[in-house]
């Protein structure tokens, strides 16, 4: 089997290597349209026509399913790639919502881009369990990990910053609502405490066990459409280990 899977920037790794480790022998094709990063601050309009590109790309490499690991295209684009494809299209949104309802006590906080959190997904679906929900966007966090700083003062400050009033509001469980955010991980869970944390990257995996058979050579592509200076050591941090990335054709404004 021949999974795809598109984000943003280099955070979609993070499902990459959850999906890698639960399914070693599936084949794995990645895009990071690094060169547009972040999707968070676009318009609706501008997120579903990158993210089109982004899974056209991936269906023309022969993927047998579509992983959507950026959460502000799931937020915006699921509905227009699932008419557009012929294959299954997952993303990111729903299986951290349900893995976030049988963690929580009834206060759930959600941290995402300024899209993500402005389109309201999150919070209209785990509303929908009769949850109190508090969400937070949180622009500072992509760049951060873009620039390999998931750790240190400035990221200790700038995770006070946003995630204050959270903490004041008493949530029992957090979806990082961005595939970037389990990179400051740590950074998060020292400033929150006892707090259940739910990573996409994780809940993603666990949500495929349904969907896939693990078949295959167990390759992993990875293609990059701006391979910037920091791109090779943030996907051996990632990734565990030194892998090839490979430039794809797209990637224009």
């Known amino acids: 089997m021949r999974i795809g899977v598109f984000d943003s920037g280099v955070g979609g790794l ?3 290597r959850a999906i890698r480790d639960s399914f070693p022998n599936v084949d794995l094709v990645y895009l990071g349209d690094t060169a547009r990063v972040p999707y968070g601050t676009r318009s609706p309009e501008t997120v579903v026509r990158y993210s089109v590109e982004c899974a056209d790309f991936l269906a023309e490499k022969g993927i047998d399913l579509l992983v959507v690991a950026c959460n502000t295209a799931s937020s915006y684009a ?10 299954p299209v997952l993303g990111v949104v729903e299986p951290g ?7 929580t006590k009834g ?13 309201g997904t999150y919070q209209r679906l785990l509303e929908s369990f009769g949850l109190e929900v508090f969400a937070k966007a949180c622009p500072l966090f992509v760049p951060l990990v873009e620039e390999g700083l998931t750790e240190g003062d ?11 009033e959270l903490k004041e509001a008493g949530v029992d469980t957090l979806i990082l609502g961005c595939t970037h955010y389990p990179l400051l991980k740590g950074a998060i869970r020292n400033f929150m405490g006892d707090v259940q944390i739910v990573d996409s990257s994780e809940a993603v995996a666990s949500a495929l066990k349904g969907e896939v058979t693990d078949e295959g050579k ?4 990875l293609y990059f459409t701006d391979r910037y ?10 990734m565990g280990e030194r892998m090839r990335t490979l430039p794809a054709g797209i990637g224009s404004q």
Do not use: F
């Not at 699921?78 to 294959?87: A, F, H, P």
């Open 97 to 103: 919502v349900k893995e976030a309802v049988k963690l």
């Open 229 to 238: 200076q920091n791109l090779e050591k943030m996907v051996e941090l990632i």
């Open 78 to 87: 699921m509905d227009v790639l699932k008419e557009r494809l012929r294959i």
């Open 107 to 119: 206060k759930v906080g959600v941290i995402g881009t300024q899209a993500t959190i402005r389109s």
């Open 154 to 164: 400035v990221v200790e400050r700038v995770v006070e910053m946003y995630l204050s």
């Open 218 to 221: 167990g390759t992993t592509e």
């Open 14 to 16: 993070t499902v990459l």
